[in-house]
């Protein structure tokens, strides 16, 4: 189990205000934790309701020993703990249901009983309805967190019922300083601070050995690398490459899709040509510096501008319902024509 001091949370006015709600004698009735995706809202999550379900707990945390917390799991088997999270895409009203039902009953060894809800966004129509009228009118000592990437997501009776808890994002240096500290190799830690722009759970996550979906996203960086240089001859080949990398970030912990994978990797094309009209201090792949200066030399700016229209029109062709094939083999025609 994690505790909430071992946790690194940004802003610092959030940081505060979570380890002083730990010394109040209620939690919250409902929290929203919102936060951009790999920003670590479910882990402080779980470190805060560790906490609540802890009868000694201190604002640091939960103490990690006592009945309650040496139940405690991740998976969210704790008895006085429920987790909905969405499956494969969606959280149903079938879900919301069985909290009710669960809902019945007294908490059995923590002095609260919490539901977290994971992706709150994910909830569809009935399921947020039922969530809605549990919200108004919950049984005593129940509690809420939800997480999602953005409040107004949320239907607006549902925040209305929540108290805003934003996380942020750690400066890129900041955030490779504490990966090497963590024992991470100097260089590896600035470019994964880099991809993960500041993402702390997303960078934890890609720094440990067999992170593929970090290998994956910096040989997709490799391959970005050479289109300073590489010859128009090699435009479907370069394309095949792309698609096969972003097939590789299909599935994992978010359920990617085919299209959305595809979009993600995209959207690093994206960042790529957008840094590379960037000043050198203000990049964010500062690593790749010398691949950058070089894309810089062989396109001028104004057909930069013109390629990054065509990357965003591709990513909306793809997330519509084009042929990914066409889509991206056209793409790297015209970027490298
Ligand atoms: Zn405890």
């Given at each position: 189990m994690q505790r909430l001091s071992e946790l690194v949370i940004r802003p610092e006015t959030t940081a505060r205000w979570l380890r002083q709600s730990l010394t109040r004698a209620h939690p919250p009735?409902?929290?929203?934790?919102?936060?951009?995706p790999g920003v670590g809202k479910r882990t402080v999550a779980n470190a805060l309701?560790?906490?609540?379900?802890?009868?000694?707990?201190?604002?640091?945390?939960?103490?990690?020993?006592?009945?309650?917390?040496?139940k405690w799991s991740e998976e969210g088997s704790h008895p006085d703990l429920r987790v909905l999270r969405p499956s494969p895409d969606q959280i149903k009203i079938e879900s919301v249901r069985e909290a009710r039902q669960w809902m019945n009953f007294a908490p059995t060894i923590a002095p609260f009983r919490f539901v977290l809800i994971?992706?709150?966004h994910r909830l569809n129509p009935a399921a947020a309805n039922a969530l809605l009228k549990t919200l108004e009118e919950p049984p005593p000592r129940y509690h809420f967190v939800l997480t999602s990437p953005a409040s107004d997501l949320l239907i607006a009776t549902i925040l209305s019922r929540c108290q805003l808890v934003r996380l942020g994002v750690v400066p890129i240096a900041e955030l490779a300083a504490i990966l090497v500290a963590r024992g991470v190799e100097p260089a590896k830690a600035q470019r994964i601070a880099e991809l993960s722009e500041g993402a702390i759970g997303r960078a934890l996550r890609w720094s440990q050995t067999d992170a593929v979906e970090w290998q994956t996203l910096e040989s997709m960086l490799a391959l970005f690398a050479t289109l300073g240089s590489a010859p128009s001859i090699s435009a479907l080949r370069l394309a095949e490459q792309f698609r096969a990398l972003c097939k590789q970030l299909e599935g994992g912990a978010d359920e990617t899709s085919a299209r959305a994978a595809l979009a993600t990797g995209l959207e690093y094309l994206l960042r790529w040509y957008r840094d590379s009209l960037a000043p050198p201090e203000k990049r964010q792949f500062a690593s790749h510096h010398a691949a950058l200066e070089q894309l810089a030399r062989r396109t001028p700016p104004a057909q930069r501008l013109e390629h990054i229209a065509r990357i965003t029109e591709a990513r909306r062709a793809i997330l519509g319902n084009a042929n990914a094939q066409i889509i991206t083999e056209d793409l790297f025609i015209h970027l490298l024509a």
């Open positions: 009735q409902a929290l929203l934790l919102v936060g951009a309701i560790a906490a609540w379900l802890c009868p000694q707990r201190t604002p640091d945390g939960a103490c990690g020993a006592c009945e309650s917390c040496l994971e992706e709150a």
